[in-house]
């Protein structure tokens, strides 16, 4: 139970208490009227004595009796009705409510902490008024009168007469058995004469003498004058007298009070209502049956004709019905005792002590001594013997009945002067001023005679102040007999069927257990008492119950909860909506959060609708709320009708201030992490050939890498606009901001571009959402054109059309559980800072039909709208929370996030706007192939454009032509066959011979230190005016890899008119390529072993070229023909084909493979480009009837881009010369000698059947050979993946291996050849030795000085080669040391001597080599590759 005011050791004694009855003459009852107060008003609040008092109980004993306190009250002959008592207690409960800003414990359990009243005063309210208006009943003495007050004026004619009346009628009313109310204790009741004296207008010494008669024929302990008004009313403004009677004339005027706010008036006509109305002491000045007063209905007694108009406050006067509001706003101002001085109050507490100390206490000590005679002398009859005889005797008493039908009725009734009932009526007398060891005696005895009896009702009150009397022993001699209190409800409950007394039971008790921290014994005990017949008893109780349990040792919060929650229940059942909105409020504090949503939406539902009946509009709308945007697991109908209740309780709201803010609406859910936001207009779709650039639309996924990319392209392209150097301030362009962007800077956004917001709605219901007049709120702060800030700061409420266009979706339908993102345009018409703040609609539901897709509806509904059952219009904000910051320490270590400004966008002057179209591009190719496709460049905006760039990670795969017009246009023989080359036609007779032309790298945008991505697009005159638009060409290469690729391609442009803020902007195209196999070329290029050409000087080269056609015929591919094969070098040049067949057609069909020689020679001193000029020499060799030129575009171009890969490698750099400098020069030398610069390009013709017509493809492949005898390929090589190794765990000592040529490069240092006939002829019977003479010619291929040593000396020791080869002899000198100059060629004569026939292998010498300058030798044998062998003949 939650805390309470009074101990259980005061609230008892208070509760039960000597009630004393008060008659008063009606000029007395005029005197105390002066004051607005009865005579029993005037006493309440000194009705407790200030000081101890002492009696005797009967063994002479003294008792002291401490804070005694008396009831007086008037009397009243009707018992109270039910009905009334119900109202009073209904009322009292709805009066007292929390007190507002009261600090609430908070009870911390386990993981709850809760905020919990601690005091619950309506119910000690409620407990007061209960035990106070609970009706005088025959088996109990407690509440029966045990005195009456016979008040008469100073001021009547005849005041002893008066007495005398009064006296007699107080007579009538106990002895006359017309009136069984009100129940008087004993049949002689005291009676105490008291004399009321007006100070201020009566005449004292009349008062005094009366008063000596009175005590003349009272005595002086029987009667009393009492003086009160010492002042007139009128001066009450002159000194502030305190009023210590509003307290407790407030608990009962409550009723008048809260039964008008509660509803209106109901009594219409004044005719009826002076018989309806009652003032509170149940006295007027009518006379009725010839009384001097009229003891009417009791104060609790229910009116006929409305609940509303029971009670009425003070005057005694009856008010019509139609004063009864003036009546409750006076009552409010009226001021009690206002004639009375502290004085006056001094006077009646003394009178107070006065009649209990000379008067009452007296009379009970006499009653206690009688009663306690009359039980000494029946004990001394044999108990067994007065119950036998009393069966017999009793004829007064009920029939004998079985013991069972006994204990299912309340037992029989005693007469009043049964000496059982005077046990009780002592024991009573004993509780009443405190003796509870003589009470609890008395009781026992007393219950054991009861039961003896049967007499249940008297048995269960017995057992009940047993228990009471139990408990309040000093010093506490025995345990409290709860068994007791438990037998008397069960008795009070199901045998005698008396609610009221079972409820008083459990109060005491449960106080009492409460004391005794058995709080889980008082729950159990609450909690039996809730039964259907009283609403507002078991609220109450639940809720003490409640309390109990979250008091417990270790809280039981959820007991707690659940009983809180009836509680609620109950207390709505009631009417008491205040109450039942508090409990279910606590309750929630414990369900809030844990996942129990069904409970949750139940609670917040109740608490939505007791808010909204109590007008609490706000909390309405917050509870129904709660209930949309968890995550329900309610039924769809369910939530359909939560969502309805909450638009209907939020239309009332939004109707009471229709000019305030729109309000937050709670769906659909907004994920605003994922608003996207998007500069620039929509997409063109294509249009016949033209397909429009993709550049950056919202229908794109977000990829990191493709974002990297393209900020890397960006950043290449700004670097070569501002001179290679990325600008500090450089930020690159977003056109789309999403929550991997970077939204730490204000975007920028042109003025006349639109900005679409895309808005990601989630409907977390099942139930469809229908949003209406869906758009964005916005607040603009324009700006003029000088930049400065104007003063107003517009926001969207109505519109501003003329700053910012809104775009307006009219319908816009969610589905259950559906995710759907809506794209909402705004059109920027003026320099400024905009700031979008979220988005306005109109929330309701589709009524009646459900349509499942927003496309079909089902029969009855009309498409296109749907019906809206009902709709609120509110806004949502959109929100967004940066990245969180980890930068710093200090970052790190708290939590911190960055700003997001996607929503914030500044919008800035005109920009130039590019549209890119593609003309007949293709979408697959073959490897390699070419294929001539057209751009438009079209200007959309009002400003001129410049600087056009455009930038690839993959520049081999187009180009736009050489920068040199000559290079570009089409030869007329090309048109004719549609080819994307420039062509000229041949003399068939010039096979194979090559035609030479040239070109430099620096005309087709390649050279050192260029960058070959970027690529400037030729514009005529540079400049794209407004609306203008431009055709170019571009050709396109198939790339070498087969599959699908991604071709990335920026376009850069700038304005003609320099902005401060945007300096430039870019466009985005994605071309998606996919590529079948064409060709697969190989090439290797040696050293030719013929003797030197008369021009050439430096030697020949062979070049080996294998094409194989690698296609399946899926593509459709007849057959390849080669058509040409150019070579291109600054240093080498094609001379001839070498073909050993004399088939001049090259046709390739599926998998077939041709091969190719070639002879290459280098180009004479006047064609060798030096290293700056950047010049090749290009020569075709034709194998079809039309030159390509190969040194024009496009030809040109893309053999330029596929080199730029190797043009890009940074040269090395001369660095210090040491030894080891030299060493590393020396290798380079050498590695030099094997170095070949010569790149083919392959010229092809691919003959396609398609939809039976038979189409040309043409294309190139490259082949760029560096090394002689090493095999080079046209398209990449796949990398077989390396063996495992096992793991080392030892650390390998670090040595330094010295630099060494590879042997392959020492043999190309030095190239020999030897010069001899194929056969030789000899006569061997004439001569036997046979000499032959070989020349031996050595050619030093390094640009060095180079020491030779040849030795003859060689001997082949191995068998075999003895048997294949035989054996000769060399001549003459064995060794020979010779310096041969750069690229010198020296003859050596030798003689080889035979001396039989054979085959021999003149390669037999070994070549030693070293550079002329340097110290260390490498000295490595040189064998010749090629076996050079003679054969000899006899003749």
């Given at each position: 139970?939650?805390?309470?005011?009074?101990?259980?050791?005061?609230?008892?004694?208070?509760?039960?208490?000597?009630?004393?009855?008060?008659?008063?003459?009606?000029?007395?009852?005029?005197?105390?009227?002066?004051?607005?107060?009865?005579?029993?008003?005037?006493?309440?609040?000194?009705?407790?004595?200030?000081?101890?008092?002492?009696?005797?109980?009967?063994?002479?004993?003294?008792?002291?009796?401490?804070?005694?306190?008396?009831?007086?009250?008037?009397?009243?002959?009707?018992?109270?009705?039910?009905?009334?008592?119900?109202?009073?207690?209904?009322?009292?409960?709805?009066?007292?409510?929390?007190?507002?800003?009261?600090?609430?414990?908070?009870?911390?359990?386990?993981?709850?902490?809760?905020?919990?009243?601690?005091?619950?005063?309506?119910?000690?309210?409620?407990?007061?008024?209960?035990?106070?208006?609970?009706?005088?009943?025959?088996?109990?003495?407690?509440?029966?009168?045990?005195?009456?007050?016979?008040?008469?004026?100073?001021?009547?004619?005849?005041?002893?007469?008066?007495?005398?009346?009064?006296?007699?009628?107080?007579?009538?009313?106990?002895?006359?058995?017309?009136?069984?109310?009100?129940?008087?204790?004993?049949?002689?009741?005291?009676?105490?004469?008291?004399?009321?004296?007006?100070?201020?207008?009566?005449?004292?010494?009349?008062?005094?003498?009366?008063?000596?008669?009175?005590?003349?024929?009272?005595?002086?302990?029987?009667?009393?004058?009492?003086?009160?008004?010492?002042?007139?009313?009128?001066?009450?403004?002159?000194?502030?007298?305190?009023?210590?009677?509003?307290?407790?004339?407030?608990?009962?005027?409550?009723?008048?009070?809260?039964?008008?706010?509660?509803?209106?008036?109901?009594?219409?006509?004044?005719?009826?209502?002076?018989?309806?109305?009652?003032?509170?002491?149940?006295?007027?000045?009518?006379?009725?049956?010839?009384?001097?007063?009229?003891?009417?209905?009791?104060?609790?007694?229910?009116?006929?004709?409305?609940?509303?108009?029971?009670?009425?406050?003070?005057?005694?006067?009856?008010?019509?019905?139609?004063?009864?509001?003036?009546?409750?706003?006076?009552?409010?101002?009226?001021?009690?005792?206002?004639?009375?001085?502290?004085?006056?109050?001094?006077?009646?507490?003394?009178?107070?002590?006065?009649?209990?100390?000379?008067?009452?206490?007296?009379?009970?000590?006499?009653?206690?001594?009688?009663?306690?005679?009359?039980?000494?002398?029946?004990?001394?009859?044999?108990?067994?013997?007065?119950?036998?005889?009393?069966?017999?005797?009793?004829?007064?008493?009920?029939?004998?009945?079985?013991?069972?039908?006994?204990?299912?009725?309340?037992?029989?009734?005693?007469?009043?002067?049964?000496?059982?009932?005077?046990?009780?009526?002592?024991?009573?007398?004993?509780?009443?001023?405190?003796?509870?060891?003589?009470?609890?005696?008395?009781?026992?005895?007393?219950?054991?005679?009861?039961?003896?009896?049967?007499?249940?009702?008297?048995?269960?009150?017995?057992?009940?102040?047993?228990?009471?009397?139990?408990?309040?022993?000093?010093?506490?001699?025995?345990?409290?007999?709860?068994?007791?209190?438990d037998t008397a409800i069960q008795t009070y409950r199901d045998i005698c069927k008396n609610m009221v007394l079972a409820e008083r039971c459990v109060l005491l008790s449960a106080e009492i257990l409460k004391s005794q921290s058995k709080y889980s014994e008082a729950a159990a005990l609450l909690i039996?008492?809730?039964?259907?017949?009283?609403?507002?008893?078991?609220?109450?109780?639940?809720?003490?119950?409640?309390?109990?349990?979250?008091?417990?040792?270790?809280?039981?919060?959820?007991?707690?909860?659940?009983?809180?929650?009836?509680?609620?229940?109950?207390?709505?059942?009631?009417?008491?909506?205040?109450?039942?909105?508090?409990?279910?409020?606590?309750?929630?504090?414990?369900?809030?959060?844990?996942?129990?949503?069904?409970?949750?939406?139940?609670?917040?539902?109740?608490?939505?609708?007791?808010?909204?009946?109590?007008?609490?509009?706000?909390?309405?709308?917050?509870?129904?709320?709660?209930?949309?945007?968890?995550?329900?697991?309610?039924?769809?109908?369910?939530?359909?009708?939560?969502?309805?209740?909450?638009?209907?309780?939020?239309?009332?709201?939004?109707?009471?201030?229709?000019?305030?803010?729109?309000?937050?609406?709670?769906?659909?859910?907004?994920?605003?992490?994922?608003?996207?936001?998007?500069?620039?207009?929509?997409?063109?779709?294509?249009?016949?050939?033209?397909?429009?650039?993709?550049?950056?639309?919202?229908?794109?996924?977000?990829?990191?890498?493709?974002?990297?990319?393209?900020?890397?392209?960006?950043?290449?392209?700004?670097?070569?606009?501002?001179?290679?150097?990325?600008?500090?301030?450089?930020?690159?362009?977003?056109?789309?901001?999403?929550?991997?962007?970077?939204?730490?800077?204000?975007?920028?956004?042109?003025?006349?571009?639109?900005?679409?917001?895309?808005?990601?709605?989630?409907?977390?219901?099942?139930?469809?959402?229908?949003?209406?007049?869906?758009?964005?709120?916005?607040?603009?702060?324009?700006?003029?054109?000088?930049?400065?800030?104007?003063?107003?700061?517009?926001?969207?409420?109505?519109?501003?059309?003329?700053?910012?266009?809104?775009?307006?979706?009219?319908?816009?339908?969610?589905?259950?559980?559906?995710?759907?993102?809506?794209?909402?345009?705004?059109?920027?018409?003026?320099?400024?800072?905009?700031?979008?703040?979220?988005?306005?609609?109109?929330?309701?539901?589709?009524?009646?039909?459900?349509?499942?897709?927003?496309?079909?509806?089902?029969?009855?509904?009309?498409?296109?709208?749907?019906?809206?059952?009902?709709?609120?219009?509110?806004?949502?904000?959109?929100?967004?929370?940066?990245?969180?910051?980890?930068?710093?320490?200090?970052?790190?270590?708290?939590?911190?996030?960055?700003?997001?400004?996607?929503?914030?966008?500044?919008?800035?002057?005109?920009?130039?706007?590019?549209?890119?179209?593609?003309?007949?591009?293709?979408?697959?190719?073959?490897?390699?192939?070419?294929?001539?496709?057209?751009?438009?460049?079209?200007?959309?905006?009002?400003?001129?454009?410049?600087?056009?760039?455009?930038?690839?990670?993959?520049?081999?795969?187009?180009?736009?032509?050489?920068?040199?017009?000559?290079?570009?246009?089409?030869?007329?023989?090309?048109?004719?066959?549609?080819?994307?080359?420039?062509?000229?036609?041949?003399?068939?007779?010039?096979?194979?011979?090559?035609?030479?032309?040239?070109?430099?790298?620096?005309?087709?945008?390649?050279?050192?230190?260029?960058?070959?991505?970027?690529?400037?697009?030729?514009?005529?005159?540079?400049?794209?005016?407004?609306?203008?638009?431009?055709?170019?060409?571009?050709?396109?290469?198939?790339?070498?890899?087969?599959?699908?690729?991604?071709?990335?391609?920026?376009?850069?442009?700038?304005?003609?008119?320099?902005?401060?803020?945007?300096?430039?902007?870019?466009?985005?195209?994605?071309?998606?390529?996919?590529?079948?196999?064409?060709?697969?070329?190989?090439?290797?290029?040696?050293?030719?072993?013929?003797?030197?050409?008369?021009?050439?000087?430096?030697?020949?080269?062979?070049?080996?070229?294998?094409?194989?056609?690698?296609?399946?015929?899926?593509?459709?591919?007849?057959?390849?023909?080669?058509?040409?094969?150019?070579?291109?070098?600054?240093?080498?040049?094609?001379?001839?084909?070498?073909?050993?067949?004399?088939?001049?057609?090259?046709?390739?069909?599926?998998?077939?493979?041709?091969?190719?020689?070639?002879?290459?020679?280098?180009?004479?001193?006047?064609?060798?480009?030096?290293?700056?000029?950047?010049?090749?020499?290009?020569?075709?060799?034709?194998?079809?009837?039309?030159?390509?030129?190969?040194?024009?575009?496009?030809?040109?171009?893309?053999?330029?881009?596929?080199?730029?890969?190797?043009?890009?490698?940074?040269?090395?750099?001369?660095?210090?010369?040491?030894?080891?400098?030299?060493?590393?020069?020396?290798?380079?030398?050498?590695?030099?000698?094997?170095?070949?610069?010569?790149?083919?390009?392959?010229?092809?013709?691919?003959?396609?059947?398609?939809?039976?017509?038979?189409?040309?493809?043409?294309?190139?492949?490259?082949?760029?050979?560096?090394?002689?005898?090493?095999?080079?390929?046209?398209?990449?090589?796949?990398?077989?993946?390396?063996?495992?190794?096992?793991?080392?765990?030892?650390?390998?000592?670090?040595?330094?291996?010295?630099?060494?040529?590879?042997?392959?490069?020492?043999?190309?240092?030095?190239?020999?050849?030897?010069?001899?006939?194929?056969?030789?002829?000899?006569?061997?019977?004439?001569?036997?030795?046979?000499?032959?003479?070989?020349?031996?010619?050595l050619s030093n291929c390094s640009k060095a000085d180079v020491d030779v040593i040849v030795d003859l000396r060689h001997k082949t020791t191995s068998p075999e080669a003895l048997e294949i080869h035989g054996s000769f002899t060399w001549l003459g000198q064995t060794q020979y040391k010779l310096q041969?100059?750069?690229?010198?060629?020296?003859?050596?004569?030798?003689?080889?001597?035979?001396?039989?026939?054979?085959?021999?292998?003149?390669?037999?010498?070994?070549?030693?080599?070293?550079?002329?300058?340097?110290?260390?030798?490498?000295?490595?044998?040189?064998?010749?590759?090629?076996?050079?062998?003679?054969?000899?003949?006899?003749?």
């Amino acid at each position: 139970m939650a805390q309470c005011v009074q101990s259980v050791q005061e609230l008892i004694p208070d509760s039960f208490v000597p009630c004393v009855a008060a008659l008063c003459s009606d000029e007395a009852e005029r005197l105390t009227r002066l004051n607005h107060l009865s005579f029993a008003e005037l006493l309440k609040p000194f009705s407790r004595l200030t000081s101890e008092v002492h009696m005797r109980d009967p063994n002479n004993q003294l008792h002291i009796i401490k804070n005694l306190k008396i009831a007086v009250s008037n009397i009243i002959t009707q018992p109270p009705q039910p009905g009334a008592i119900r109202k009073l207690l209904n009322d009292v409960v709805s009066g007292s409510q929390p007190a507002e800003g009261l600090v609430a414990n908070v009870i911390t359990a386990g993981d709850y902490d809760l905020n919990i009243s601690a005091t619950t005063p309506w119910f000690e309210s409620y407990r007061e008024t209960f035990l106070q208006s609970m009706p005088a009943s025959d088996h109990e003495f407690l509440n029966h009168y045990l005195a009456c007050m016979l008040v008469a004026s100073s001021s009547e004619a005849e005041p002893v007469e008066q007495f005398s009346k009064l006296s007699q009628e107080q007579h009538r009313i106990q002895h006359n058995s017309d009136y069984s109310y009100p129940k008087w204790f004993i049949p002689n009741t005291l009676k105490y004469y008291v004399l009321l004296h007006d100070v201020s207008a009566g005449d004292e010494q009349r008062a005094e003498s009366i008063y000596e008669e009175m005590k003349q024929k009272y005595g002086t302990q029987g009667c009393y004058l009492l003086k009160i008004n010492s002042r007139t009313s009128n001066r009450a403004s002159d000194e502030q007298i305190p009023d210590p009677w509003s307290q407790y004339l407030q608990k009962n005027s409550i009723q008048n009070q809260e039964s008008y706010e509660d509803g209106p008036c109901t009594i219409t006509s004044n005719k009826n209502s002076d018989s309806n109305l009652l003032s509170l002491d149940g006295l007027d000045n009518e006379v009725k049956d010839g009384l001097p007063n009229n003891f009417r209905a009791h104060p609790l007694q229910l009116d006929s004709s409305s609940d509303a108009s029971n009670s009425i406050d003070g005057p005694d006067h009856v008010k019509s019905a139609s004063s009864l509001h003036e009546t409750k706003k006076a009552n409010t101002g009226i001021i009690h005792g206002a004639c009375l001085t502290l004085t006056d109050h001094d006077r009646i507490r003394q009178f107070i002590q006065e009649f209990t100390f000379r008067g009452l206490l007296p009379h009970i000590e006499k009653t206690i001594r009688q009663l306690n005679d009359q039980l000494i002398s029946r004990k001394g009859l044999s108990r067994s013997l007065f119950s036998a005889t009393k069966k017999w005797f009793s004829g007064s008493k009920v029939p004998e009945k079985s013991i069972n039908e006994l204990k299912n009725t309340s037992g029989l009734l005693y007469p009043p002067e049964a000496p059982e009932l005077q046990i009780r009526k002592m024991a009573d007398l004993c509780f009443l001023v405190q003796h509870y060891d003589l009470a609890y005696s008395c009781y026992h005895t007393a219950k054991k005679d009861f039961l003896n009896d049967q007499a249940m009702l008297y048995a269960a009150g017995a057992l009940e102040m047993a228990a009471v009397s139990a408990f309040l022993q000093p010093g506490a001699p025995r345990p409290y007999p709860a068994h007791y209190m438990d037998t008397a409800i069960q008795t009070y409950r199901d045998i005698c069927k008396n609610m009221v007394l079972a409820e008083r039971c459990v109060l005491l008790s449960a106080e009492i257990l409460k004391s005794q921290s058995k709080y889980s014994e008082a729950a159990a005990l609450l909690i039996r008492l809730t039964s259907e017949d009283s609403d507002l008893r078991s609220a109450l109780l639940l809720e003490q119950a409640a309390h109990c349990f979250i008091n417990m040792k270790s809280p039981m919060v959820r007991k707690y909860a659940f009983h809180m929650i009836l509680a609620g229940h109950r207390f709505s059942k009631a009417g008491q909506k205040k109450h039942a909105l508090r409990c279910y409020c606590q309750a929630m504090q414990v369900y809030k959060g844990k996942g129990w949503s069904l409970a949750e939406d139940h609670i917040n539902f109740t608490i939505g609708r007791q808010s909204y009946t109590l007008r609490q509009l706000d909390n309405a709308v917050s509870a129904f709320r709660h209930i949309l945007i968890n995550e329900s697991k309610q039924s769809a109908a369910q939530q359909g009708a939560f969502l309805r209740e909450y638009l209907y309780v939020y239309k009332n709201v939004s109707q009471m201030s229709p000019d305030g803010p729109l309000p937050q609406l709670p769906l659909p859910y907004i994920n605003s992490s994922a608003t996207r936001v998007f500069f620039g207009h929509d997409r063109r779709p294509a249009d016949g050939e033209k397909q429009a650039a993709t550049h950056v639309s919202l229908d794109q996924e977000y990829d990191s890498e493709s974002s990297q990319q393209w900020r890397e392209l960006e950043e290449q392209v700004v670097a070569v606009v501002n001179r290679g150097v990325v600008p500090s301030n450089f930020y690159p362009t977003q056109y789309c901001l999403n929550s991997y962007s970077d939204n730490s800077r204000f975007p920028l956004a042109v003025v006349e571009e639109p900005i679409t917001v895309e808005v990601a709605f989630r409907n977390p219901l099942k139930v469809p959402l229908l949003l209406t007049d869906l758009s964005l709120l916005w607040k603009f702060q324009p700006k003029d054109i000088s930049g400065k800030d104007n003063e107003e700061v517009k926001e969207l409420v109505t519109g501003e059309p003329k700053m910012i266009g809104t775009e307006l979706i009219s319908e816009f339908l969610i589905n259950s559980e559906e995710s759907k993102v809506a794209r909402l345009k705004l059109f920027p018409h003026h320099i400024g800072e905009l700031h979008i703040l979220g988005v306005v609609y109109n929330l309701g539901t589709i009524q009646g039909c459900m349509t499942v897709d927003g496309i079909g509806s089902l029969p009855g509904c009309h498409t296109g709208k749907h019906s809206l059952s009902m709709s609120v219009r509110g806004r949502q904000d959109l929100e967004i929370q940066g990245p969180r910051l980890n930068n710093t320490k200090e970052e790190k270590t708290s939590i911190k996030y960055g700003p997001d400004r996607r929503l914030d966008p500044i919008i800035t002057e005109e920009m130039p706007l590019l549209e890119v179209f593609f003309i007949h591009f293709p979408t697959g190719l073959l490897c390699g192939e070419i294929r001539k496709a057209y751009v438009e460049f079209v200007n959309v905006s009002k400003s001129p454009l410049t600087g056009l760039k455009v930038v690839s990670k993959r520049p081999e795969f187009f180009t736009f032509g050489g920068n040199t017009a000559v290079l570009t246009p089409l030869s007329p023989s090309a048109s004719e066959n549609c080819s994307a080359y420039k062509t000229v036609a041949t003399d068939s007779t010039a096979v194979c011979t090559a035609l030479i032309s040239s070109a430099s790298s620096v005309d087709f945008g390649i050279g050192i230190g260029s960058q070959p991505e970027v690529i400037p697009v030729p514009l005529p005159d540079t400049v794209l005016l407004p609306g203008a638009s431009v055709q170019l060409p571009m050709w396109l290469r198939g790339p070498d890899e087969e599959g699908v690729h991604e071709i990335n391609f920026l376009f850069y442009y700038e304005s003609v008119k320099k902005q401060p803020k945007i300096r430039h902007r870019i466009l985005r195209h994605t071309a998606v390529i996919c590529t079948s196999r064409s060709l697969n070329v190989r090439a290797t290029v040696c050293r030719s072993n013929s003797l030197e050409d008369e021009e050439g000087r430096g030697g020949n080269m062979l070049v080996f070229v294998d094409v194989e056609n690698t296609n399946t015929s899926e593509a459709g591919v007849k057959e390849f023909h080669i058509v040409q094969v150019s070579s291109s070098s600054k240093h080498w040049k094609f001379q001839k084909s070498v073909n050993l067949s004399e088939n001049k057609d090259a046709k390739l069909a599926s998998r077939e493979k041709g091969k190719f020689c070639f002879k290459a020679i280098r180009c004479k001193e006047k064609e060798v480009a030096t290293q700056s000029s950047e010049k090749y020499t290009f020569a075709d060799i034709i194998f079809g009837n039309e030159q390509i030129i190969s040194s024009a575009s496009p030809c040109a171009d893309f053999f330029y881009r596929s080199l730029s890969s190797e043009l890009k490698k940074p040269q090395a750099q001369p660095s210090v010369h040491t030894e080891k400098q030299s060493l590393e020069d020396a290798v380079r030398l050498i590695q030099k000698c094997s170095e070949v610069d010569l790149n083919i390009v392959v010229l092809w013709k691919a003959y396609v059947v398609e939809d039976s017509k038979q189409l040309i493809l043409e294309g190139q492949h490259h082949v760029i050979l560096r090394t002689i005898g090493k095999e080079a390929f046209s398209c990449p090589q796949k990398q077989e993946p390396p063996e495992m190794e096992l793991l080392k765990f030892f650390r390998p000592e670090n040595t330094t291996v010295p630099l060494r040529p590879s042997v392959e490069q020492l043999s190309n240092l030095i190239k020999t050849s030897l010069h001899y006939p194929e056969s030789f002829n000899h006569p061997f019977h004439q001569k036997s030795l046979c000499l032959v003479p070989v020349t031996l010619l050595l050619s030093n291929c390094s640009k060095a000085d180079v020491d030779v040593i040849v030795d003859l000396r060689h001997k082949t020791t191995s068998p075999e080669a003895l048997e294949i080869h035989g054996s000769f002899t060399w001549l003459g000198q064995t060794q020979y040391k010779l310096q041969l100059k750069s690229q010198e060629i020296h003859s050596l004569q030798l003689k080889a001597c035979f001396v039989h026939t054979g085959v021999y292998n003149l390669g037999t010498p070994r070549v030693f080599a070293k550079l002329s300058d340097q110290v260390t030798v490498f000295e490595t044998s040189q064998q010749n590759s090629m076996p050079a062998l003679i054969i000899i003949n006899n003749v």
